[in-house]
């Protein structure tokens, strides 16, 4: 792949996780500005592309919760003036990171993340968990679900757990 593909891909790549994480998410505020809105989406793009080169070597869960934490509240502390309630939540961040790294583990740009993309159909296969992704706001809730995710994937990744699960619902 030369390099106006691989641009082309990372492009589809941002843009199908943004629709992917902001769908029924309500992120913005009603008032937000276009403006506004475009400089977070920016300042998220840049925040993925900085931390992509992390995930190329295996990263801990540890590294991996401090990541989705920090990317929570450094979007949040420089974009709250667009934002509900002035918070990128941690249910929208982990599943903008886990997405994104998804994309980027199938095509080989990244060893295999630490956890998957939790959403409604990931969190329905998970028992005893009914939490609604888009409103979740709490990195010890998303502590409980990949436990929970782990107990069902057995010796699975949970990456390769969430692809399989996700092909055989749809």
């Known amino acids: 792949m030369d390099a106006q593909q691989e641009d082309f ?3 589809e790549f941002f843009n199908c996780t943004i629709r992917g994480a902001f769908q029924r998410a309500y992120v913005y505020k009603a008032e937000a500005n276009e403006n506004g809105k475009e400089n977070f989406r920016q300042s998220l793009r840049s925040s993925l592309e900085q931390l992509e080169a992390h995930y190329r070597e ?9 990541n ?5 509240g450094e979007l949040s502390a420089n974009h709250a003036e667009v934002l509900v309630e002035g918070r990128f939540r941690i249910g929208i961040a ?4 886990n997405l994104y790294l998804k994309y ?9 993340p630490p956890h998957c ?17 888009t409103r979740m706001d709490s ?3 998303y502590r409980e679900w990949v436990s929970a995710a782990k107990e069902k994937a057995g010796a699975t990744s949970l ?5 399989e699960t996700f092909s055989r619902l749809f």
């Open 104 to 112: 980027l583990w199938c095509i080989g740009k990244v060893s295999t």
């Open 159 to 163: 990456a390769r757990w969430e692809i």
């Open 139 to 141: 990195l010890e809730r």
């Open 117 to 133: 993309p939790f959403d409604a159909y990931i969190i329905g296969e998970l028992p005893g968990v009914s939490d609604k992704w």
């Open 68 to 72: 989705v934490e920090t990317l929570s």
């Open 9 to 11: 891909l990372r492009d």
């Open 58 to 66: 295996p990263v801990s869960d540890e590294d991996h919760f401090r």
């Open 94 to 97: 982990q599943k903008v990171l």
